[in-house]
Every structure is written in C-alpha cells, then in structure tokens.
C-alpha cells in the first residue's frame, strides 16, 4: 500500500505528558499537512511544509505543539505537556504540488485521548 | 476567506440518485469547488472538483451554477458505502496551502 500512513492508530496519555505522532506522505509528494478533528466536526488545519520548510501554522498551534519534517520525507507532529482540550484525532495529508487543483491524500488518523 | 453552507444531514435509498447541495455565496473568480469524504473512522478522501464547469469522474458528477454561487455533488446510484460525511471546499487558485472543512453532511443510506 502507498498511501499515507500514521502511526500509532490511538494513544491515551495522562494530562502533562509529551505525545509524538508520525507521518509518512506518499512518496515523492513534497506538500504535507497536518490537520485536527473533534467529533462531529470537520478538519482543522494546523500546519503544512513544503519539503523539508514549514511554511505556516495556525493559530491553533500553541506553543506545545512542534512539527517537523526533517529530510522532506516523514514528518513528527509533538505536543507537550498535554492537556485534554487536546484529545482529537491529528490527520496528516500530503500532496503532489500546490495551486487549487492539488488533490490532498489523507492518512487515517491518530486518535489521541488525554485523560 | 470564502464560506459554504451544506445541510448538516441527508438520507437516500440504496441504488437511488443523491444531490447533495452547497451554497458559496461569497465565491471568488478563482475559488475552485472541491468535494471531500469521510467514510467512518478514516480520513478524508478526494471526490472530485470544479471551477465553472460540470464535472464527471468515477465516483460521482459536479453540478455547478451559472453564477457560481452553489453546486450540487451528485451520486448517480447510492450504495450502502457511499454512507459518510461530504465535505464542499473552496480553494484559491493562488493561496490555497490549507483547506477549510465545515461541518460537511451526513449522508445515511437505507438499504
């Protein structure tokens, strides 16, 4: 399969602990994002590189929260210290080039429960 | 940034033509019209995308008003698969680095 993994599926951690997701973009695709979904709404973007360039972020994005995509391949997405407003599901989608018409490729999720 | 509205549910038959509906009021000239899907526990996936014209592909047929200011997904035979939630998009042909989900809606299909 080469599509967009991410891994792990689920985690549960305990409020103030750090969390680190993965992404694997398909490859060659030098666009990836990461998004976050609550239940019952819609993606919300978070942040997006370019290669290996993080080219903006959300306002969503605190301070505990730091990407990175360190050879332009895979990317990390960290929080830390987290707190249960963070429990969501962190989608990571990748793409082939910019402009309207890219078509965006979705992993299937980590979902994240702080208790 | 422009804005669309969708129904938050919908039902249809299997084997029965959905129009699902989006209304862009605000469009710009170079917002293309995307639609996306969630299938339960998964990640979005591409449906398919228009600018002004009508579009056709595999999964299903974009219908887009004259003036731009909605369009119409349309699943020609529903399935129970087809159970998920669509999601209409807006996206700048020139600033375009994320996408602005809604709510989207909640397609049910009744075998």
């Known amino acids: 399969d080469t599509g967009v993994s991410q891994d792990p599926r689920h985690k549960i951690t305990k409020r103030g602990q750090n969390v680190t997701f993965r992404c694997d973009p398909i490859s060659e695709h030098n666009r990836l994002y990461w998004y976050r979904q609550t239940l019952g709404q819609g993606p919300e973007f978070l942040t997006y590189f370019q290669n290996e360039a993080q080219l903006e972020k959300s306002r969503l994005l605190s301070d505990r929260f730091s990407a990175e995509r360190p050879k332009g391949s895979f990317s990390t997405l960290e929080i830390q210290r987290t707190e249960q407003g963070d429990s969501a599901m962190y989608l990571c989608?990748?793409?082939?080039?910019?402009?309207?018409?890219?078509?965006?490729?979705f992993g299937p999720g980590t979902r994240l429960t702080v208790l | 940034d422009a804005k669309t509205t969708q129904p938050n549910s919908m039902e249809s038959n299997e084997e029965e033509p959905v129009h699902l509906p989006c209304n862009h009021s605000t469009i710009s000239g170079t917002d293309y019209i995307h639609w996306y899907r969630q299938l339960p526990s998964q990640g979005p996936e591409y449906v398919i995308h228009?600018?002004?014209s009508n579009v056709n592909n595999r999964m299903a047929s974009l219908a887009i008003a004259e003036d731009r200011k909605s369009s119409t997904l349309i699943l020609h035979r529903a399935t129970l698969r087809d159970a998920a939630v669509y999601y209409c998009?807006?996206?700048?042909?020139?600033?375009?680095?994320?996408?602005?989900f809604g709510a989207g809606t909640r397609l049910t299909v009744k075998p």
């Open positions: 998009i807006l996206r700048d042909l020139y600033n375009n680095n994320d996408m602005r």
């Open positions: 989608a990748s793409s082939e080039r910019d402009g309207g018409t890219d078509t965006q490729y």
């Open positions: 228009g600018l002004t």
